[in-house]
Each structure stands twice: as structure tokens, then as C-alpha cells.
């Protein structure tokens, strides 16, 4: 039998050494007594499903192959998933909002979000999609080349494409963030090898590579379409140690030009200053601790960093020292939500200040099936 979430507030009665009784609701202001307040919950199995009545278990994923993340001003979060080529966006506390296609791509693979406006890298035709935040797409523009562009940045004036024609050879277009023309192009400028990840600092005077094959992060300066040459970021080592890096596929800045960089090869998380120094890391290569496969790192204006884990399915978002994540994007129960519910209520301080609390547990899932708390004043 199919249940549904119940919570049934109503006035109620309660036998203390003193009874009284009292009709009008708290915050009406028409008595001095509090009001006694029953929530009622349904404790059962299926509080363990989500509202749409599907079971729920540790398999169970909104997201499907994320392989990047950004984040609006609101706060909302947009996951690009690989499996079926559009995009979920959640809401900052998590909640899902919607799907929204990226323009008929062939394969995307990198997203930013600049001024709420959504910039899609298609990898097929080196092509750049623009979408509101909603998903209509207002302009697309192959930028030249096929089956090589991998990587996108948005500054005010400009939209940065880097992608590679082969191992050893890659590429930074420059394009007008307008037209979406091309006015710069740096070829092999440093040698990025098969560069995957890239991205502009705030006031665009920082530009940021992450080389996969190379194992390599670059910090440069950047002023208008010129960029200077590689600082590198961390030791340059192919090693597992604090700083080392093997394998980069993302990297971002925050608002002080910390360096974010997702360490595939060591399935982790790392943090550089804004001169490239390490900071602070997590993950290891122990399988899910958290992540399996790092991939796509975006920041938000709040300085949270969010990753996608591609082989995980999952998004993660952390704080920005990297002490402490949740999960972006996993499925809700009835429970959870009721829970949620009751929270709220009883923070309400127009509730708690003129009103005694009482819970009912019940249902054929848990002994004893039914139990009865309340405090009397």
C-alpha cells in the first residue's frame, strides 16, 4: 500500500497537573496561555522512498557522468553530464530545479557561467554554445577545427577555448565574448600537452592550464589576449606528495586567485595560492575517499568549490579550506523532507514562543510501532 507523508498539526489538549484548553492558534495574540501543537509522523518503510515512490539506495543518482560544474549568482549549481548531453541544476541548499539541453551538442565536455549567461564547449567541431540560465540557446559558433577543443573560460571581454590536435600539440583560441570571432590564437605557447582544463581569474589578469597528458599546471599573467610565460603551480612532480600533481584535468580560480586543481591520478582535491604554492588537499588514491575519478572544478562567488566526479556520479562541494564536503544532487526521502518540514516549523519563533511541542511516531516498520512525546509547561 502506497503511503504518503503525513504531518498533522492541530490543537491538542495535554493532561498536566494543571488542564487547560486553549482554541486560538500562536501569534493570533488572544490569550496568554501557549497552544499545544501535535505533529503526528509516519515512521513506515516506504518514508524511506523518495515522493515520487521510488526506493532509494546508495546507487541512487541524480547525476549521471558529471563531467563539470558551475555555479550562477544565485548560488544555483549546474552539473554537464556526459551520459545524455544536457544539464541538472540544483539549487544552493541542493535541491534539484530542472534539466536544460546545451544546444543540440555532439559531445560536450566544459562549462563556465559568466554574468548568469551559460557557455558550453561541444568537444565535436570545437563549438561554443550560449544558453540562458533556462536553456535557450541564443548564439553557437564552431570555433574551427574538429574533435579537439576541451577546455572553456568566460572573461568580460572574452571566451578562452583550449583544446590540443594531438598529444603534443595544443592550443588557446581567444574569441570576442560578443561575436564569438576569433582574435587571438596561441599554439604550443608554452607546450601544454593535451591541455584539458582551463580558466581566467576574476579581473582577467590571470590565466590558469591544466595539462593532462603533460601532468603540468601553469599560472600566467594575462592582459588583453597576451599571456606570459608558465609559473608553474605545486612542484611539478608526477608524485603523490603534498603538491604534486599527475594527471590535472580542471583547475579554477577563487576570488583571492587561489588555485583549485582536480588531481585525477591521485583522486583528489588540491589547493594553490595565487603564486602557485600548495595549501591544502583532499582525497587519496584509496578508491571513493571521496572521489573515484576527479574531473571538472568550478568556484562560486561565495568561494564554496564544487567537483565532479565523473566515474562516482556525483558532485561535491566543499568549503574552501577543503575540510569538510557534502553531496550535490542526491535523492530525497519522505523522511528527510519531513524532517526538513519540521524544522522549520519549529524554529519559528512566532511558534516556539507561544507554543508547547508534541511528536507522534507511527507505523508497522519500527517497535514499539507507536510512541508519543510531549512537554508540558
Known sequence: M?????????LL???CNNSYSKSPPPGTGTSQLPANILIMLDNSGSMAWDLNGNYISSWTKYVSQPSDVAVDSNG???????????????????????????????????????????YVLDYYNASVKVLTPTG????????????SAWSIAVSNNHIFVGGFTQRYQSYIRILDRNSLNQV???????????????????????????????????????SGTSLGSCTTVGTGSWGGGNGDIRYPVDVAFDSSDNIFVTDSGNRRLQKFNSSGSYVAKYGSLNYNAPFRFTWGVGVSSDNKVYVADQQNNDIYEFNNALTSWT????????MSIAKDVIKQIVQDPELTSGANFGLMEWGFYWYPYLKLRYGCQ
Open 327 to 334: 553531496k550535490i544532487g542526491l535523492a530525497k526521502s519522505r
Open 2 to 10: 502506497i503511503r504518503k507523508i503525513y504531518i498533522l498539526l492541530f
Open 136 to 147: 535557450n540557446c541564443t548564439k553557437q559558433k564552431s570555433t574551427g577545427g574538429y574533435w
Open 13 to 15: 489538549t495535554f493532561v
Open 184 to 222: 587571438a590564437y596561441h599554439f604550443n605557447y608554452p607546450t601544454y600537452y593535451s591541455m584539458s582544463g582551463i580558466d581566467v581569474n576574476s579581473d582577467g589578469t590571470k590565466f590558469a592550464t591544466a595539462s593532462n597528458y603533460g601532468s603540468k599546471v601553469c599560472l600566467h599573467t594575462l
Open 76 to 118: 544555483n549549481i549546474y552539473a554537464l553530464q556526459v551520459s545524455n548531453k544536457k544539464i541538472k541544476v540544483f539549487d544552493s541548499s541542493g535541491d534539484f530545479l530542472r534539466n536544460i539541453g546545451t544546444c543540440s551538442s555532439t559531445y560536450p565536455t566544459n562549462l563556465d557561467i559568466y554574468n548568469d549567461t551559460i
